[in-house]
């Protein structure tokens, strides 16, 4: 029979519904009791976006590439004398960094192209507001966001060692040991081998 011809039988489509009902009565309800439940979010959540000021570098790199155009950065430049310098350095000073949370899609993008680490995801999504314009979130709401970033992964015990980490260990061994420090690799324990017979078993 064809579909129209289905939905022509009278009472189908009423038992339809009840196959359907008496379906989903046997499943588990997936209802959320929040906000008498906290959610279980995983630890890299997109709640919120932080700012770590000092690693803020006024590079503008997440203002620009920002998609909708709700980062607000402005700042101005400050002479600092460098003792032995012949002239007087320049530095970028932050006076404002402002995201715009009731604009923000959530994207990450400013996350990704900071090149100093100073925009991080938290995962604290607790900041709804009843006035719109309370969504502004400036540099210093934006920094007490930091106390909630997760602590960053473990460095890999087979990876690389860090630039840092290889300096300094070159360092410690004193001349001489400069190559083989640069290959050092921090210690790891491997499993012992299984014992093989003659025939290789
Ligand atoms: S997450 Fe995306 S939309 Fe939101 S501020 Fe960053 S770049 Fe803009
Ligand atoms: S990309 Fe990073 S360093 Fe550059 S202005 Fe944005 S937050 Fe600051």
């Not at 209802?31 to 439940?37: A, E, I, L, N, S």
């Not at 906290?38 to 770590?52: E, F, H, K, N, T």
């Not at 002479?79 to 932050?94: C, F, K, T």
Request: net charge negative.
């Amino acid at each position: 029979m064809s579909e129209n011809g289905d939905r022509n039988v009278p009472g189908k489509g009423l038992l339809d519904g009840l196959a359907v009902t008496l379906k989903t009565l046997t499943r588990r309800s997936g209802t959320q009791q929040y906000p008498d439940v906290q959610p279980d979010l995983p630890p890299r959540s997109r709640g919120v976006i932080a700012l770590s000021e000092e690693n803020c570098t006024v590079c503008m790199l997440c203002a620009r590439e920002c998609p909708d155009w709700c980062i607000y950065i402005d700042s101005h430049k400050e002479e600092v004398v460098v003792p032995g310098a012949a002239r007087a350095r320049q530095r970028n000073v932050l006076d404002r960094f402002d995201i715009d949370f009731s604009l923000c899609m959530y994207c990450g993008i400013c996350i990704e192209v900071c090149p100093f680490d100073a925009l991080h995801w938290t995962p604290e999504f607790e900041y709804a507001e009843t006035d719109v314009l309370s969504l502004l979130h400036d540099k210093t709401r934006l920094g007490e966001w930091m106390r909630t970033v997760p602590p960053p992964p473990a460095h890999d015990v087979l990876g690389e060692p860090s630039k840092e980490e290889a300096t300094a260990a070159r360092k410690a061994a004193g001349p001489g040991a400069a190559t083989a420090a640069k290959t050092a690799r921090p210690a790891t324990v491997r499993p012992p081998r299984a014992e093989t017979t003659e025939d290789g078993k």
